[in-house]
């Protein structure tokens, strides 16, 4: 039984290229891989999987509403990297699943955590329930040198929460941010540390 | 600003353990920690943490649906332990994550992944969507040696669906699975492997 | 193939309360688990395998110098466990390696990384060049909140580096130290934030 | 203070893509990174760090013998990353440590672990015992679906375990391998389950 994987990160965290790199590696090994990336992700093109830091290569399927992958997909293949995951259906990533436990394929699916209200995508909730192994792929927030873990989505460089959570081709207007930097931001908060000086004096409760 | 964590683990894995284990640590250290577990798991009385081991200690509180930690339960406070976290409120989880961030407290929250149909608990999700480090506590399958990553229920030693996804109090009625043995038993499929056989001249549209 | 791990953590991260919860969780699934120590490791009595919070349970098997698992020890067996791995011999560490890949049994060995003067033990030595999975145990720093990863030797109260560097019987003489405490206490230096303050206008060369 | 990683992975695993991914993103937030990699890999002309897909970037520092990192170097500096780490001395990787801890600037080393023989290379070693995070990067073996671990040597296609352990310019002839891959082409002997039939009846130690 083969597993599957979701390596989840934050904008920017080089996803895309980890996927690429995967590939790569596979194919110099004389290995068969499918790439796989959802219908809806156009932005560079419909088959087009491609990395910030340049590197691109088609995707062989476009995952639509009603895609399954058959016994010919299947045949002589040593594993299957799904890119952009988050805006895949559940019952998809079920489909996926079985192909990794019945058909002893590994499935690695690269994508977002959560939107920029910090919610998880359908896709991410599924690969989050069902996955046999979950890797971070880590990135710096944009704001200071911690972890990145949230998505912050900018609307004339201002952090926004507006607007629907699936918006592609306007790729620049997301940044990675820890939760402080996030926090300060997206609440218009001060930053952690003045607060809880000025705070310290008061309930928790009435802060929170 | 500490960490958020979750350490997820199936049933049996030793989550409880971890958490006695690492409040040993603290106050070995001379450092203050605080036990918390929700108010709905009374299974060994209301304030105990019982690790199936044997090992026990009383929770310093009891989260209800009102409950928010104040400034004299944080003060000289080096650390927060959550056991069955699964099963807390998104709201107290962000309560949670906010005293990290700002009060600069770790908060470890160990629990289960997803209930006995594969679906996230409340808790988890949100864990899922905040947490800054995600960790599995590994075990194995009840049936194979693989890793275990469900939770089957078994109702007069039979996999079962029905049911509410809460129930407390009947702790053996719940096994940990690998993704094969789960299927196997709740679909009452054969093992992937004789079905591969049987099927590798089928579509797997139809199989599927 | 099964796999062979190593799980290290600094002094006082609870391996060996992570080892028998291992244990627990096999025996309580009716599998066969065999718990090992080195022989060297008297400080319980000789087959005592004893968790700083109190859990303990004897090991199965002493390892000695000419110790071999035979196949009786191997038959009907799931896993293999082994406390301060970190004291076994390269060659003891080569068997358990084969055991796991051609008897597909796991192997899973709990051990320090290092040495009180930051070197490796022989046996974590081949510990990380051997494993399959090389986990952490995480713990805190006796002196403040970050990780721990050094251990500290401490005679009087006072860090040292001197004496042989396994000495049992003697464990409360040494304690879990994040990198800045480490140095702060053993090279005698002032810490890192001053430091910087002082030395922000030297040559790094001169401070080296 | 800021830590010092360990990224470490057989060959092929795309370390070095990883590491251009990294100084991209660091770049892309308009942060300043240096890339070092020790003057001894001179594959690809002195100053180049290249991913086997491609992608490529000059590094700014060769460190040689007598090389240590100066204020100008690390005033503004927000992170640096190490490519082959593996052929670092002892002492330069303890000038990085250093550097992460006093002067709160992350280190993230990408390299092997082991040379063809399953030994730590020497800067491997100094890694393993000083870092703070120690993460895999992972790749399949060259001859099955498993994870590799060990790097393989070929001469004229066959497995070798002669020569130096550090060869640069010949590439092309080590591979990654799982641990039964390595053993059964290393050692000359069948896999590990028709052994395993075949000397169900004998010692184990007849057979180690």
């Given at each position: 039984?083969?597993?599957?994987?979701?390596?989840?990160?934050?904008?920017?965290?080089?996803?895309?290229?980890?996927?690429?790199?995967?590939?790569?590696?596979?194919?110099?090994?004389?290995?068969?891989?499918?790439?796989?990336?959802?219908?809806?992700?156009?932005?560079?093109?419909?088959?087009?999987?491609?990395?910030?830091?340049?590197?691109?290569?088609?995707?062989?399927?476009?995952?639509?509403?009603?895609?399954?992958?058959?016994?010919?997909?299947?045949?002589?293949?040593?594993?299957?990297?799904?890119?952009?995951?988050?805006?895949?259906t559940p019952t998809f990533i079920e489909h996926?699943?079985?192909?990794?436990?019945?058909?002893?394929?590994?499935?690695?699916?690269?994508?977002?955590?959560?939107?920029?209200?910090?919610?998880?995508?359908?896709?991410?909730?599924r690969?989050?329930?069902?996955?046999?192994?979950?890797?971070?792929?880590?990135?710096?927030?944009?704001?200071?040198?911690?972890?990145?873990?949230?998505?912050?989505?900018?609307?004339?460089?201002?952090?926004?929460?507006?607007?629907?959570?699936?918006?592609?081709?306007?790729?620049?207007?997301?940044?990675?941010?820890?939760?402080?930097?996030?926090?300060?931001?997206?609440?218009?908060?001060?930053?952690?540390?003045?607060?809880?000086?000025?705070?310290?004096?008061?309930?928790?409760?009435?802060?929170?």
């Amino acid at each position: 039984m083969a597993k599957l994987y979701f390596r989840y990160g934050a904008m920017g965290s080089a996803k895309t290229l980890n996927l690429l790199a995967a590939a790569h590696s596979y194919r110099q090994q004389g290995k068969k891989v499918l790439i796989l990336k959802p219908e809806l992700d156009n932005r560079f093109g419909n088959l087009k999987v491609k990395s910030r830091s340049g590197l691109e290569k088609d995707a062989d399927i476009l995952i639509g509403p009603d895609t399954q992958l058959t016994l010919d997909h299947l045949s002589h293949l040593n594993g299957i990297l799904v890119d952009e995951a988050q805006f895949l259906t559940p019952t998809f990533i079920e489909h996926l699943q079985q192909i990794a436990r019945d058909f002893d394929i590994p499935v690695i699916c690269y994508g977002l955590r959560t939107d920029f209200r910090t919610q998880l995508f359908a896709g991410s909730k599924r690969l989050l329930e069902l996955a046999d192994e979950i890797d971070e792929i880590k990135s710096t927030c944009q704001y200071c040198n911690k972890k990145a873990i949230f998505n912050m989505k900018l609307v004339d460089g201002k952090a926004s929460l507006d607007g629907p959570n699936i918006q592609l081709g306007a790729e620049e207007s997301y940044v990675p941010a820890c939760a402080s930097c996030y926090e300060d931001r997206v609440r218009g908060m001060k930053s952690s540390k003045s607060r809880r000086a000025v705070e310290e004096s008061e309930a928790v409760v009435a802060t929170i």
